[in-house]
């Protein structure tokens, strides 16, 4: 059985409203931006439930997820204890969450993430907030330091690996990389760098020095904060260490 038909249009369904106040309507007259939150997300809901318009339902899920973050935080088998989402309706909630995080991704790519950490962690903050275990990513980089890609490299808490640095570097000689910057989130919320994380930067700075390419920061996300390893100084450090010991 599809979706359309398993939901029904009961009275109060968005489609007897006044064509000028049904939000799809609206959309296409005056913007998406004269839209609530509620009515948005109602236009991917398409129709509510038995008791519920589009729009009422929009509202609950808005109310049980906290707010329009919260959509992108609860997981799927979250939104499945809320009455009238679907499989179909959940795939298109989550879709539009991550589009728009790609969307703000794409737009500050634009901007040169090479320039400053606060640049660099304002690219990967909204997609690695939330996220529930340690997640290790680099940028990628050409010559003009512009972005080439953003990869996972690791899942799990990091750790000093001959074989996970040699991985990364595999992969930027695969992008032809000339630069790099890796970051990883804490959980926990609070971005002081461990001993390991000291320890594979530096073990990753050396490795970009052997291949010539360029380690221009790591950056350690937090809640609303995070730790860079080149404004500290850790960065230049760990260049000096390798000239010294060649």
């Known amino acids: 059985m599809t979706e359309k038909s398993k939901d029904k249009v009961y009275e109060d369904s968005i489609t007897n409203w006044p064509e000028e106040e049904r939000p799809r309507e609206r959309l296409l007259k005056s913007g998406a931006h004269s839209l609530t939150n509620a009515e948005l997300l109602a236009i991917l809901l398409r129709v509510g439930v038995k008791g519920k318009s589009?729009?009422?339902?929009?509202?609950?899920?808005?109310?049980?997820?906290k707010g329009l973050r919260g959509l992108d935080k609860l997981d799927a088998k979250d939104l499945y204890s809320i009455k009238g989402l679907s499989h179909a309706k959940i795939a298109q909630i989550k879709a539009s969450v991550e589009l728009g995080k790609r969307i703000l991704e794409e737009e500050r790519?634009?901007?040169?993430?090479?320039?400053?950490?606060?640049?660099?962690?304002?690219l990967l903050y909204p997609r690695m907030r939330d996220l529930k275990k340690e997640v290790f990513k680099v940028i990628f980089l050409n010559s003009q330091n512009q972005v080439i890609d953003i990869v996972t490299a690791h899942e799990g808490t990091v750790t000093m690996s001959s074989?996970?640095?040699r991985e990364i570097i595999n992969l930027a000689n695969k992008f032809g990389a000339a630069a790099m910057i890796f970051?990883?989130?804490h959980p926990s919320g609070e971005p002081k760098p461990s001993n390991e994380d000291e320890g594979i930067t530096e073990e990753l700075v050396f490795a970009g020095r052997i291949m010539k390419i360029?380690?221009?920061?790591?950056?350690?996300i937090g809640e609303k904060k995070y730790f860079s390893f080149a404004d500290e100084g850790l960065i230049k450090r760990y260049n000096t260490n390798y000239d010294m010991k060649k």
Do not use: F, M, P
């Not at 589009?54 to 997820?65: G, K, P, S």
């Open 214 to 220: 360029k380690v221009l920061d790591h950056i350690i």
């Open 163 to 165: 074989v996970y640095v």
């Open 54 to 65: 589009a729009v009422d339902l929009a509202r609950q899920i808005i109310r049980e997820a």
């Open 183 to 185: 970051a990883h989130n």
């Open 109 to 122: 790519k634009i901007e040169g993430v090479a320039s400053s950490s606060r640049k660099a962690y304002d």
